[in-house]
């Protein structure tokens, strides 16, 4: 019988009581196999009750052998994070450059109208002939030079009216300062428009004025009327029958009428220009006149080339007239007339004519005329 218990049992991790009750059943198992009598064994162990020990103490050595010998879970990954993309600018190519705006270099000697500009004697001022009167303008210096007692109010061309050439200022002048110039005059004798024009000089004696490029003058315009006509009364102091004397009736001597060479309506617009001989507007070449605005709002005409240009006044002027009218090169603003002024004029071919003003829009700056350009003297 011993040589069947010389083997061993392993049980791995379960407690001494189990090992208790496998030996047990073991051992009962063997009993019987060995012809041991059942009454022996069942009075030694209840088998049943054994087997239900064993597997219930299995049962949970098993569980605890699970929680020792279960390996931990393995630590996540930890999450990488997106990648940002940055967009990188090329110096050269990608980043614009800052641009700077020049500073406008100022003018040393610029004049400009001042607000009002005509402190005395508006243009078309209307007077009696030989009327003494003062002129005063009020300007202001926009340029980056002082004006000093070595500059003067200077006449320029046109009717002087018995006034001096030149009128030194009595102070200094900084830039941004106004000034106002006054000088006298008398109204002339004969009747009609008359325009004095007018600049600055400064130490050197050389102009300067208004408008875009610094030498638009200024000017006075008055209307002169026409003298009262006196009416002589004879008296006869004699007892005799007056005698009536019969005042011969002047026989009016025909004018010829000039022919016209070129005439009609004509819309300017800002730059441009017409060639008063042929009425062709801006043409290739032999234009007289243009039509210009400049940063003052100012809406001016220039004659052109050997063009000459003056006022006339309100009524229409004939050829004799326009031939003897002041007319000059310098530009002239639209401006300081009233609507229905005639303009005399002298084209680049030694033709005369006239020029009436009819209407200048705000909307687009267009301005209307009527010309007329007679063919030649008659």
């Known amino acids: 019988m011993k040589r069947f218990f010389r083997g061993s049992l392993s049980f791995g991790f379960v407690s001494k009581t189990t090992r208790a009750a496998a030996l047990a059943i073991g051992c009962s198992v063997i009993l019987a196999v060995a012809g041991c009598t059942p009454q ?48 990188t600018l090329s110096p050269t190519t990608d980043i614009p450059k800052a641009t700077r705006t020049p500073t406008p270099t100022l003018v040393c000697d610029r004049a400009a109208a001042g607000n009002p500009f005509d402190i005395t004697i508006p243009d078309d001022t209307s007077m009696q002939p030989g009327v003494n009167f003062t002129k005063i303008w009020r300007l202001q ?32 002048v900084d830039p941004g300062q106004s000034i106002e110039l006054a000088v006298d005059m008398t109204a002339p004798q004969a009747p009609g428009s008359h325009q004095g024009n007018w600049k600055l000089s400064n130490a050197r004696g050389q ?36 005698t009536t004397t019969a005042t011969p009736t002047a026989t009016p001597s025909s004018t010829p009428t000039p022919e016209v060479q070129s005439g009609g309506s004509v819309i300017f617009k800002p730059e441009d220009a017409l060639n008063l001989d042929t009425g062709e507007v801006n043409g290739s070449s032999g234009s007289d006149l243009s039509y210009q605005t400049d940063a003052s709002d100012l809406h001016l005409l220039l004659p052109l080339g050997s063009a000459l240009l003056g006022v006339s006044g309100s009524a229409e002027p004939g050829l004799p007239q326009c031939q003897s009218a002041t007319k000059s090169a310098a530009m002239l603003a639209l401006d300081s007339l009233p609507v229905g002024t005639y303009l005399c004029y002298q084209t680049d071919q ?12 705000a909307a687009d700056d267009s301005a209307d005329f ?5 063919a030649a003297t008659p």
């Open 141 to 172: 210096n926009v340029g980056s030079c002082t004006w000093t007692t070595e500059y003067a109010l200077r006449f320029f061309y046109g009717a002087q009216m018995d006034a001096p050439d030149a009128v030194r200022l009595k102070g200094n």
């Open 40 to 87: 022996e064994t069942i009075s030694k162990i209840n088998v049943t009750q054994a087997y239900q020990t064993v597997s219930a103490h299995l049962t949970q050595d098993l569980a605890t052998a699970a929680l020792v010998t279960t390996r931990p879970s393995p630590t996540p990954a930890p999450i990488q994070p997106t990648p940002v993309l940055v967009a």
């Open 207 to 242: 102009l300067f004025g208004l408008g875009p490029n610094g030498d638009a003058p200024f000017w006075v315009r008055i209307n002169v009327l026409e003298p009262p006509t006196a009416t002589p009364t004879q008296v006869n102091t004699s007892t005799s029958v007056p």
């Open 350 to 361: 030694g033709l005369f004519g006239w020029l009436l003003y009819t209407s200048l829009s």
């Open 370 to 374: 009527t010309y007329r350009t007679w």
